[in-house]
């Protein structure tokens, strides 16, 4: 499925396990000679392998693309998931990332009726 030189640890993989089944996650580990990798399965067509880490040859896995998360509460699940895997360079990542969200927010698409209307005193409710 695919070159084995261009994974590496951390990468997100979906592929078959030995048995045939259906697995996404993400590698743990690969060997000196690239052939085989430790994936950690974090969705498969097989429940019971789901949490667990597999063994398979490298080129039954497919590299996946490198996903720019910003959305915060993405972000927090992510977080989760590093700490649940005990990776603690990927949790520092994303809580940087977190941290630089919360520091400067992107700008809403939609324009607020703040900046919408032309007289902004014509939206204030003064009965409430």
Known sequence: ???????ENG???????RDGELIHGFIEIINDHREIVKVNVVESDNEKAVGKSIWIPS???EK???LEVSNESHLM???DLALLSKDETWFMELSGKLESIKIHPKINAKKSEFFTSKNRIRNLDLNR
């Not at 990468?11 to 396990?17: K, L, M």
């Open 11 to 17: 990468d997100w993989v979906q592929g078959r396990s």
């Open 59 to 61: 080129k039954w896995t």
């Open 64 to 66: 996946l693309p490198d």
């Open 77 to 79: 699940a992510l977080i």
């Open 1 to 7: 499925m695919t070159e084995n030189n261009l994974l």
